[in-house]
């Protein structure tokens, strides 16, 4: 290659880098707010696989651009190309590449799944054998004067969420949670396999009938975020949402309070709700129709 060739490759892939770096950035404005510590971890993976991914999209891109510009045959050339029978520096750099780019993408992604401490069903099947389970060390630490905060009973079952504060002896089907503590969960399914997620805190655990599952993530951001079932656990699945609201030390205890004081009640549940309508209306068949569970009873309900 020509000098001046060199050296426009050398600037062209300056600019392509600069520009993918400037889409990598733009990805974090992509995704829900970061609520969570571990948000952190996942929205720089992502910000970094964008940026590889704008990186190659737009150079190959670039390449086909170019060769259809510059180097296009003449109209009435009808001639064969010239004859390459292959480059064997060439096709080692563009097997080196890929290979050196899919290890890194994996070392890193084990990095932060393992920082999150998100568990399989076969490593809780381990756990549930006696084998020992890596939990990752908490990414905030807290206050040294601070109470730990309580374990909270989350039961998923079709098609609700509730929430036990056992210590407080309160039920919710809304789960509240204090900013910048840990938060420690156990997940328990009365049924079939369901998936706790909430996107704002980019965590999710799938949570397996017969199993507690120890799940732990840290919120950072006060406000209202939502909680849905990543799993088809079933008709009514898409109605398996509630509120997760994180909020300061005060707010929380005196929520505590003012839950403990309330008489339980049945609560409002959609899948019941519209399966009760759907029931009265629909045409009567052979078909088999899962019945949701009946309205959690809890001290407190939004």
């Known amino acids: ?16 880098a600069i520009v993918s770096l400037w889409i990598g950035q733009q990805a974090y404005s992509w995704l829900p707010p970061q609520a969570a510590a571990e948000s952190l971890l996942i929205d720089d993976l992502f910000s970094f696989l964008v940026t590889l991914g704008a990186f190659i999209f737009l150079g190959v891109t670039g390449a086909i651009i170019y060769s259809i510009i510059f180097n296009r045959a003449g109209k009435y050339d009808t001639s064969d190309g010239p004859a390459i029978e292959g480059n064997i520096t060439l096709e080692v750099v563009w097997t080196a590449i890929p290979f050196v780019l899919v290890i890194w993408i994996g070392v890193y992604s084990y990095q932060i799944y393992d920082q999150m401490s998100i568990l399989g069903p076969m490593e809780h099947h381990h756990m549930s054998m006696g084998m020992k389970s890596a939990i990752a060390e908490p990414i905030l ?6 109470e730990t905060p309580e374990r909270i009973e989350v039961t998923a079952k079709q098609w609700a969420w509730v929430f036990n504060y056992p210590e407080k002896n309160i039920s919710s089907t809304e789960l509240h949670l204090p900013v910048n503590q840990r938060a420690y969960l156990s997940l328990k399914s009365e049924d079939v396999i369901h998936g706790f997620y909430i996107p704002a805190f980019r965590v999710k655990q799938d949570v397996i009938p017969g199993e507690t599952i120890d799940f732990e993530f840290t919120p950072i951001l006060e406000g209202k975020y939502r909680l849905r079932n990543s799993q088809y656990s079933g008709t009514y699945f898409a109605a398996m949402q509630t509120d997760v609201v994180v909020e300061s030390a005060e707010e929380y205890n005196q929520w505590l309070k003012e839950a403990s004081n309330r008489k339980p009640s049945p609560a409002y549940n959609q899948a019941a709700s519209e399966y009760i309508t759907k029931s009265d209306k629909a045409i009567k068949s052979n078909w088999a129709t899962i019945k949701p569970a009946q309205p959690p009873v809890v001290n407190y309900h939004s």
């Open 1 to 16: 290659m020509k000098r001046r060739e060199i050296l426009s490759v050398i600037v062209s892939g300056i600019v392509l």
């Open 141 to 146: 630490e807290t206050s040294q004067t601070a």
